[in-house]
């Protein structure tokens, strides 16, 4: 494993993803209300491309007919067949053990940081389409 | 043990060398006449005066000539109604297979009737004719509360009538009726079910406010029988949907002549399709599988008969629990022959809980003389 940057901070708005292909994985990196959150862009039950469902929030109830929508912007829902998964941590929320999608270690450092560290052994790594500048931060994700 | 002692608990082990509680016998009502002293004056002047004394109440999808309606060996004498004799159903069904109790469900044409008012009166006549005519005749019977279907007011009020009597263990519903039996509509009955521990026993039988089958009006018997099955999966998939489960986590339901071998695949279908629209049924919180092996029993005659006893075996493993079946023989339909009531798959342990211990679970006011 090893930390790739894979955006900078302030281009992935709070409640939208980025779609980025790491070490020939693809990923969608999500901006959960100003925290950063990197899944497989695959869904676990039969292979949607998760990062093109909808940022929803979770619907609770406490007896029928009452409805509440919670921790609006946290759940991610698969377009094919509507499982939802949290954001967070990529776990279902029907079945939270037994179905996960996988998820990743993000970090946001700044472009100095990036630079200094920037080393072609240990990363972590810049794609070459990506040029970093030390007044930005830098969205990275541990692949 | 000294002889005595050995021998009644030798008869109470019955057939099957356990005791067992038959969950599903049907006594019949004679006739309207039969009614009569349970009725009040103007009702008993009304039935007269429009003749309804001398219509039979039959089901239309039970016949009394029809061959299911009643084994050969179960017939009365002098065309009597099959079941009307309680002394004769205690000989076939309670010392025949050696059951210590039986649930009488009556299932009379008054179910159907259009007037709330008319069938609260034949409910509460029925229920009357059960507690004397056959409860106080028998004290190894039981029986489910009959009430007005459609109205759950006067419903509650025949529950309430008979919740001091606790030889009443159940309400009796049918599968279909004039609403999904999850609709609100209905709460009032589950409410007064769930504080008196009666569970509700969904039999099959239509009061035929709508097609017996979703896809409209069958021709044939075969087809009637066949498709009860569907009513039960579309009313098991009501009340998990409904959330009456959620509302109410006490109550239980008996699903009587539902068979079970669909229930597996039912569960499957329903597992999956929630995982995808639960957002729409949030107070459903479980997969339906886990709700319905929580709260919903099914009575094993008529049983969907798999050709190998191993099938049953598997199925019993699918539906993922071993609390889910209960003994019944559904007397007097004929639906095994001999004393072949219990299926030879259930052995050992399941068989115990499907004669004895998941009856004893589920019918809460049925207490048991040691
Ligand atoms: S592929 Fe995602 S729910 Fe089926």
Redesign the pocket.
């Known amino acids: 494993m090893s930390w790739h940057v894979v955006a900078k901070v302030g281009e992935i708005e709070p409640g939208t993803s980025k779609v980025v292909t790491v070490r020939g994985r693809e990923l969608g990196v999500f901006n959960v209300k100003g925290d950063y959150y990197a899944l497989a862009n695959k869904?676990?039950?039969?292979?949607?491309s998760?990062c093109k469902?909808r940022i929803i929030g979770l619907a609770e109830s406490d007896e029928p007919g009452h409805y509440r929508l919670t921790r609006q912007g946290e759940l991610l829902r698969?377009?094919?067949?509507?499982?939802e998964f949290d954001i967070r941590t990529g776990q279902s929320w029907c079945d939270p053990v037994r179905t996960k999608v996988k998820a990743y270690h993000v970090k946001v450092e700044t472009g100095e940081e990036v630079e200094k560290l920037g080393d072609k052994s240990k990363g972590p790594y810049i794609a070459e389409t990506f040029s970093v500048s030390v007044k930005d931060n830098y969205i990275l994700v541990d692949v | 043990m000294d002889t005595v002692t050995q021998q009644r608990v030798k008869a109470r082990a019955g057939i099957f060398g356990h005791p067992a509680i038959d969950c599903d016998v049907h006594p019949a009502v004679p006739s309207v006449k039969t009614l009569m002293p349970y009725f009040d004056e103007y009702w008993r002047e009304q039935f007269i005066a429009r003749g309804i004394d001398r219509l039979n109440f039959v089901m239309t999808s039970q016949p009394p000539n029809a061959p299911i309606t009643s084994r050969p060996d179960w017939r009365l004498p002098a065309g009597a109604k099959p079941g009307s004799d309680p002394a004769i159903l205690g000989k076939h069904v309670l010392d025949a297979f050696g059951s210590s109790y039986a649930i009488c469900n009556t299932i009379h044409g008054s179910l159907a009737l259009h007037s709330d008012d008319m069938a609260a009166v034949f409910a509460r006549a029925i229920n009357d004719w059960l507690a004397k005519e056959w409860l106080d005749r028998d004290p190894r019977l039981r029986a489910s509360i009959v009430i007005p279907l459609e109205n759950p007011e006067f419903a509650v009020e025949e529950i309430e009538r008979r919740a001091g009597d606790k030889r009443f263990v159940s309400v009796l519903m049918l599968v279909m009726g004039e609403q999904p039996l999850g609709r609100r509509t209905h709460w009032p009955i589950y409410k007064a079910a769930e504080k008196y521990g009666l569970p509700i026993v969904v039999h099959a039988g239509s009061t035929y406010r709508h097609a017996p089958t979703s896809i409209g009006w069958p021709s044939y018997f075969l087809e009637d029988y066949v498709n009860q099955s569907g009513a039960f999966e579309s009313q098991l998939l009501s009340l998990v949907a409904e959330g009456v489960f959620s509302k109410f986590p006490g109550i239980k339901f008996v699903f009587a002549e539902s068979g079970f071998c669909w229930l597996p695949a039912f569960m499957w279908r329903a597992n999956k399709t929630w995982?995808?629209v639960r957002m729409e049924v949030p107070w459903v919180k479980q997969y339906p599988a886990e709700i319905i092996r929580a709260h919903v029993r099914f009575t094993i005659q008529p049983i969907d008969a798999p050709p190998e006893p191993g099938d049953l075996e598997r199925i019993v493993e699918q539906i993922g629990s071993d609390d889910v079946l209960m003994f019944s023989t559904d007397y007097p339909h004929w639906q095994f022959d001999g004393t072949d009531a219990l299926p030879k798959a259930l052995t050992g342990s399941l068989a115990r809980k499907v004669l004895w211990d998941n009856a004893l679970a589920t019918y809460s006011r049925l207490e048991v003389n040691a």
Do not use: K, V
Not at chain 1, 43 to 48: L, S, T
Not at chain 1, 78 to 83: F, K, L, R, S, T
């Open positions: 869904c676990p039950h039969e292979g949607a998760l469902g698969c377009p094919w067949h509507g499982w | 995982r995808g």
